[in-house]
């Protein structure tokens, strides 16, 4: 049995990602032709031709293109493995690199950090916090943490709570302009949106006898950072809808109240995601062991 080219593709694989023969050959401490013979090689055993080459470019081909995410995966199952086996002589150690949203990070994730890293000296945290979507595989990204309701996809997602929303505004507000008693209501109000909600133009709501309506909401403020909209509606300025983690502490305070408490958005919930994969270095295992624990009770 002939065994496949394991280094051609784990050259390839990283040629792809520096997008550069000469820049994969310092990577890897190799030379320029090295590389150039691993990946010729490589083609001649597919019988396809993997990039285009030219004197100033170098693009993948469509059967490389194809073919780059497999490489990597090689890659990253290889490096895993060996990570694996000299995790079982040593404590974790290395960089993780972890993504979670702005306001969810620095309320409940960065605090949750301060004991790991007590723990587990050897590792350090890479933490981004954005409410963008990213890219975990593109970015480099070990583990995400994601308030939505995912979509079906390659990576792997592990469910950590549900999160709940709340339709809310100041009292001076409500007390201006009426309490609404029904979501079609919501029509008549100024609405404050958050632009990176599925459908930021449409508001979906299900009622306590499983009735639907779908709100069009219209107002003097988007944002795409639901921070961003606490100073406005603590103004009077419309109504929101943002996720307890948010609006938690304004609510017990006084400053904004709840309205329609009966109806309900679609559920949403906490995921824990990793890029695909089966093998995991032992430091990303621990914070996702760690963040699992940490997080349960987060979430309302």
């Not at 310092?26 to 010729?40: E, F, I, P, W």
């Not at 993504?99 to 890293?117: E, H, I, N, S, Y």
């Not at 929303?165 to 201006?176: E, K, M, N």
């Amino acid at each position: 049995m002939r065994l496949p080219d394991f280094e051609a593709w784990a050259i390839f694989a990283t040629v792809v990602e520096q997008r550069s023969f000469t820049a994969a050959a310092d990577t890897l401490g190799l030379s320029k032709a090295t590389v150039s013979k691993a990946v010729t090689r490589l083609e001649t055993s597919l019988g396809t031709q993997l990039f285009h080459r030219t004197s100033r470019s170098l693009t993948l081909t469509e059967a490389g293109r194809a073919l780059a995410p497999r490489a990597q995966t090689i890659l990253a199952e290889a490096h895993a493995t060996e990570e694996a086996a000299r995790d079982e002589a040593t404590a974790p150690s290395g960089t993780v690199t972890l993504a979670a949203p702005m306001t969810f990070g620095l309320q409940r994730v960065a605090p949750a950090l301060a004991d790991f890293l007590h723990r587990y000296p050897a590792i350090t945290i890479d933490l981004r916090l954005s409410d963008a979507k990213i890219d975990l595989v593109a970015e480099g990204i070990d583990i995400a943490l994601r308030i939505a309701s995912l979509p079906d996809s390659s990576l792997r997602a592990r469910r950590v709570g549900s999160v709940s929303g709340h339709i809310v505004a100041a009292p001076a507000y409500l007390d201006r302009h009426g309490r609404p008693n029904h979501p079609a209501e919501l029509g008549e109000h100024a609405c404050l949106g958050y632009s990176l909600l599925p459908t930021p133009n449409l508001w979906r709501f299900t009622g306590p006898d499983g009735a639907e309506v779908a709100v069009r909401p219209t107002g003097p403020l988007i944002a795409n950072s639901g921070d961003a909209l606490l100073p406005a509606l603590r103004a009077g300025l419309g109504i929101g809808v943002l996720p307890d983690f948010i609006v938690g502490a304004d609510i017990a305070s006084g400053a904004l109240e709840t309205i329609l408490t009966d109806w309900h958005f679609p559920p949403v919930a906490l995921h824990l995601i990793t890029p695909p994969g089966i093998l995991r270095p032992a430091r990303v295992t621990v914070l996702i062991d760690h963040l699992l624990t940490a997080l349960a009770d987060c979430p309302r």
